[in-house]
Structure formats: structure tokens, C-alpha cells
């Protein structure tokens, strides 16, 4: 076996290892599936009383933007908590088993991480699509028509989205909970890093911000967690769908260097006094 | 050769300290006091291939530290480390593939998953080839006797079986070199006597350096040849476990019981405990001659029971722990090999 070859089925080892673990109890989904569907009735009914006398905001009907923010959480629900168990292993000097080993650690991380994740954002994008059935009625029509093309392409489209979205959050989630390397208590980072994802992009669209901030927010990763799939998804088309994987995959890129320097940095001031 | 030359190997931690006084955790939160915690000073010492070392050390004395210094996980803050002929601080990665370690308190196995899941993602980890995998696997599960144990989920394992299990894991890339962050603890009688088994035949069969830290002093008599003895954050002690039972020697405990009462106050020798018709008496061997002491003793009256115990290893290295500085706790070793 060659070593890239050997890496690489490290990372499938890896990833379907947390896959496994992930469906070691049908019971590990039944909490993010409650609170996902709850979350979603209760903002359909909010968009509900928001559309009563308008047909149309920002270009979006109520049945857009329900299915808008069904998709929109599935990067929070599916690919959403990497930061408390990283940060949880660097706090509790479970990170020296991590760093004892021959691997590249961020490339081995992601494997797993991501990789265990897939279970819950599949579950959590078929639950979406059945709630969203029923609260929203069908899909939004692609832009393009409703060629089969345009279809396949969407759901193409948007599973590539998905997976750079969930690669985004991991990275950006990575290098802030490896700031636990330097910080006694990094949680407050977390909760701000949260906080800007729900409000750019997740909990509303962009183009429902103020003109200069929905332009402010294009600069800032927080629309490709979770705007770009939900956008790809309700308003397909494939300049605009192009256009927002490419930035996607900048951010992914950016965030991915961002994660190595955090930990190039933080593992060689590893601060674990005690046994 | 050696296998571990640690040479002047010292770690300091910068702690944040809370200032006192009036508006302290406002004060402390602008202007942070700090703290210089000197975890390790010093050590030197070395591990030669083949050997057994026990590394002990009260709480706090820095032995996980070193641990994690000689495993690349920490960067010392002065002195240099070679394990294995590799600086850990440089070469953590190239390190990890002759190394293996067991942190007692804490896993390396899936909680939720079979051992079985875990070996094979160690498995890949390590780069074995699937042949190579199933061979080292099955050797191991049949020397460590879980073949039953690797299709239950972790977290239904007993502690001893889950230690077990561990120590198995971090040998299927056939280390070199072991580090067992006291792998006992917390187990009974039986676990640990099994567990001490599998870590000699490991040793004696494959040549594994092993390097120990454990609070139990039936691990260290039963497995290690040599002990360092690490008092906050320097080596005090460094010698072959004979010479370290050896001084154990100097002092003896004598017990006797007699049918009736007598006067059991010896010349400058009184009982550490008595009753009416016994006593136990403390007796260094440097000040009284045995023999003489045990006549004296038979010279009271009628004897009908007489006791003579070596003093626990255990003493020895808890009147180590208890010296208040690593010079104190050199001295003490100094004074105890003077007297032998």
C-alpha cells in the first residue's frame, strides 16, 4: 500500500468508525430530531403571521423560506458539535492519546469528525424533507425550469453545499476550540461564533439584512454555513449555485489553514500540568 | 543501549494566580497575577532497552509530565530528551510509530463500540497491512485472553477487562517502548496481579522497554528491576530495586508474645506497641545488633510467639514522599545508603 493510500483508508477507517459509534443507539438522534422539527414548526408559523398580508419578501415566498430554513439548520443539527468535544478533549488532557499518534491530527480529525456526521445530517436532511413536505407543500421550483437536469443538479449541487458547509463549520469549530490550548475557558467563543452563524444566514436569509450588512456578510464565512445550501436549494440555479460553492470552497480552504496554524501553534504550547 | 536519556529535563507551567484583596477577580481579570510552577527541574536519567523502570513520585511530582515530555506531547522548557534515539519535542509523529502508551485514567478504546472497532482503527492508524492486522490481533487476543471481551461495547467491560484491552491495543504496532501511566489503578487484587503478569511476559518475551508510573508498591516489587524516584520535580533516588529493598533492610520489626507478663522495656529499645503480655518493637539493625536484642527478649520470660518482619517497601518511599524538598529527599537516600 502506497502512504497516500494507506492515509486515505486511515480517514475511511476513521470515519466509518464514527459512523458506527454514531449508530450504536437509535436514541443518539432522537434529541437533535425533536428540537430540529419543533424548531422548524414553530418558524413556519412565524413566517405564517410574517406573510399575511405580503405574498413576497426580498424575493422569498413563505413557502421558499420555510424550506429555506429547514436546509439552513441542517449544517447547525448535522454538522453542528465539533467545538464541545475538542475542546472537552484538550481540556481533560485526553488530547495526549490525540497527539500520540502517527497521524496528521487536523486531516485524521476531520475524517472522524465529519465523516460521523454524515449519519446526522442525512437524518436530519429526510426528516427536513418530510416535515417540509407537509408544512411547505413542494419543493421550490428551480429557476431554470423544472428540467430533470436542473433536479439532479440541484440535489447534486446542494449535497456538495452541504458537505462544504459541514467542512467549514468543523474547521472554523476546530480552531476555536483549540484556542483551549491557550484559554482556561474558550466557551465565550463559541457562543459568539454561534451566535453570528444563526443571525448571517441561518435563521433568515441574507437578503433579509439591511442592504450594507447583507453585503458586510459575504466577507465573512458565516453565509457559506449555511445561506449557500438553503439558497442553492430554494432558488437553484447554476450561476448562482457556481458562484456560491466557489466561495464555499475558498472558505473552506481559508478556514482549513486557519485550523493547521491553530494547532501548529497550540501543540507546541500544550499546557497539561497533572496527570 | 539506551533506550530513554532524559538529561536536565525541566518543565515549567505558567499559572494565573487571583490577586487578593478588595475588586480581586475585577483585578484579576485586567491585571492577572502569575505564577512560575516548576513541574519538573532538572531530571536526568536514562532507560536502557530491555529494562523495567519503575517512575514514582508522590502527587504532583511530575511524573505524567515527564511522561508526556518523553512522548513529544509536552515541549520541555530546558534540557533535552532522546527516546529511542529521537528528540519527542521534533519528532513526535516519527516517535509515535516505535512508542506505546497506556494512560490508566483515561481510554483509547471507543466507549460505545467493541474493542474490535477500536483495533481496527488502530489498525489503520498505524498503517498495518489487513494480514499483518489479523496476526498481531489474534496473537495479542489470545495472550491477553479477550477473545470474548472484543465484541462486547467498552463501556460493558469491567475495569480489568478494559485495561486489558488497552494494553492490547497500544501493542498492536509492536512498540519498542511502553509507557504505562500507572495502568493498576483502581483495579482488584486479581486484575492486578493479571496485568502484572502480562507486563513481565511482555518484557521477558518481546524485549519491551517498559516505563511505569504507579502508586502501587506490588506492581513495582513484582515487575521493575530499577526505580527512579522523582520528589517535586527531581530525581532523588535512582537505583536497582535490591538496592532500594536493601535499605528497607536496616530496619525490622519484631514481634513477641509471652505467657505471662513481663517487663518488656529493653536498654534503649522501647516497644512501638505493647499489650499486657505482647509487643512490637521498631529495630534499626545500624544501633542494635538482632541478635542480641531478640536474647534479651528470651531472657524475660517464657516466649510463645516471636515475629521478625522486614519494613514495607512501602515505608521506605512514603518517608521519600514525605521529605518536604527534592534536596531533603536526597539526603534521606544519602543517609539510608550510609547506613547500609
Known amino acids: 500500500m502506497t502512504k497516500l493510500g494507506a492515509r486515505l483508508c486511515c480517514y475511511g477507517v476513521a470515519a466509518s468508525t464514527a459512523i458506527r459509534d454514531r ?6 438522534f432522537s434529541a437533535s430530531m425533536l428540537t430540529y422539527g419543533l424548531f422548524v414548526f414553530i418558524f413556519s408559523r412565524v413566517w405564517s403571521g410574517a406573510y399575511e398580508s405580503q405574498s413576497t419578501i426580498a424575493g422569498y415566498t413563505r413557502s421558499m423560506v420555510v424550506w429555506y430554513f429547514i436546509i439552513a439548520e441542517i449544517t447547525s443539527f448535522g454538522f453542528g458539535r465539533y467545538f464541545w468535544n475538542l475542546a472537552r478533549d484538550v481540556k481533560s488532557g485526553q488530547v495526549a492519546y490525540l497527539l500520540a499518534r502517527p497521524y496528521d491530527f487536523v486531516g485524521y480529525h476531520y475524517a472522524e469528525r465529519v465523516g460521523g456526521s454524515f449519519v446526522d445530517a442525512a437524518i436530519i436532511l429526510a426528516e427536513g424533507l418530510a416535515i417540509g ?17 436542473a433536479g439532479f443538479g440541484r440535489a447534486g449541487l446542494l449535497a456538495l453545499s452541504l458537505v462544504l458547509a459541514g467542512s467549514l463549520n468543523f474547521y472554523l469549530q476546530f480552531a476555536l476550540a483549540l484556542t483551549a490550548f491557550w484559554l482556561e475557558e474558550n466557551d465565550a467563543l463559541y457562543w459568539i461564533f454561534q451566535k453570528f452563524a444563526l443571525i448571517v444566514g441561518t435563521l433568515i436569509p441574507i437578503e433579509f439584512l439591511p442592504e450594507q450588512a447583507a453585503r458586510a456578510a459575504l466577507w465573512t464565512p458565516f453565509p457559506y454555513l449555511s445561506y449557500a445550501p438553503a439558497r442553492i436549494f430554494v432558488a437553484f440555479s447554476w450561476a448562482e449555485a457556481g458562484s456560491l460553492l466557489a466561495r464555499q470552497a475558498i472558505w473552506v480552504v481559508l478556514a482549513m489553514l486557519l485550523a493547521r496554524f491553530v494547532f501548529a501553534l497550540g501543540s507546541r504550547r500544550v499546557a497539561l500540568n497533572g496527570g | ?164 484491552c488497552e494494553i492490547a491495543a497500544s501493542l498492536l504496532h509492536a512498540p519498542k517502548l511502553l509507557f504505562l501511566d500507572e495502568p493498576t489503578i483502581g483495579l482488584d487484587v486479581v ?76 536498654p534503649g529499645l522501647l516497644p512501638i506497641k505493647r499489650t499486657e503480655l505482647s509487643a512490637r518493637y521498631e529495630v534499626d539493625t545500624n544501633e542494635h545488633s538482632l541478635a542480641a536484642v531478640v536474647k534479651a527478649l528470651a531472657s524475660r520470660g517464657e516466649l510463645e510467639d516471636i515475629t521478625i518482619e522486614d ?30
Not at chain 2, 520541555?76 to 516519527?94: E, F, I, Y
Not at chain 2, 519491551?208 to 521493575?224: A, N, Q, R
Request: charged residues 25%; glycine residues 10%.
Open chain 1, 23 to 28: 449508530t450504536a443507539y437509535a436514541g443518539n
Open chain 2, 311 to 340: 519494613e514495607p517497601l512501602e515505608n521506605v518511599i512514603a518517608t521519600i514522599y514525605a521529605s518536604r524538598s527534592g534536596a531533603e529527599a536526597s539526603l534521606f537516600g544519602e543517609r539510608e545508603a550510609r547506613h547500609d
Open chain 1, 133 to 149: 413536505l407537509l408544512l411547505a407543500g413542494p419543493l421550490p421550483a428551480a429557476v431554470e425550469g423544472g428540467s430533470l437536469m
Open chain 2, 191 to 266: 486484575a492486578r496481579k493479571e496485568i502484572r503478569a502480562l507486563i513481565e511476559e511482555l518484557n521477558k518475551s518481546d524485549g519491551v522497554t517498559v516505563f511505569l508510573t504507579s502508586h502501587d508498591m506490588g506492581d513495582i516489587e513484582k515487575i521493575c528491576k530499577r526505580a527512579i524516584i522523582i520528589h517535586h520535580g527531581e530525581v532523588v533516588v535512582d537505583e536497582s530495586m535490591k538496592a532500594l529493598k536493601h535499605r528497607a533492610l536496616a530496619r525490622k520489626y519484631l514481634g513477641v508474645r509471652y505467657a505471662k507478663p513481663v517487663d518488656m522495656d529493653l
Open chain 2, 1 to 164: 543501549m539506551a533506550a530513554i536519556v532524559a538529561d536536565r529535563l525541566s518543565k515549567a507551567f505558567t499559572l494565573r494566580i487571583r490577586p487578593k484583596g478588595r475588586f480581586s477577580t475585577l483585578r484579576g481579570l485586567f491585571r492577572p497575577e502569575r505564577r512560575i510552577v516548576q513541574a519538573v527541574k532538572g531530571a536526568s536519567f536514562s532507560v536502557n532497552e530491555g529494562e523495567v523502570v519503575a517512575f514514582l513520585g508522590p502527587n504532583g511530582a511530575g511524573k505524567s509530565t515527564t511522561i508526556k515530555m518523553l512522548t513529544g506531547i509536552l515541549q520541555p522548557s530546558g534540557g533535552t530528551a532522546s527516546v529511542l534515539g529521537l528528540d519527542p519535542s521534533r519528532d513526535r509523529k516519527r516517535l509515535a510509530w516505535s512508542i506505546g502508551s497506556v494512560f490508566g485514567q483515561k481510554s483509547q478504546l471507543w466507549f460505545h463500540l467493541p474493542p474490535a472497532d477500536s483495533f481496527r482503527l488502530l489498525g489503520a492508524i498505524y498503517e498495518l497491512e489487513p494480514a499483518l492486522l489479523a496476526s498481531r490481533s489474534g496473537a495479542l487476543i489470545e495472550r491477553f485472553n479477550i477473545g470474548e471481551l472484543m465484541d462486547v461495547p467498552v463501556r460493558k467491560l469491567s475495569l480489568g477487562q478494559r485495561i486489558r
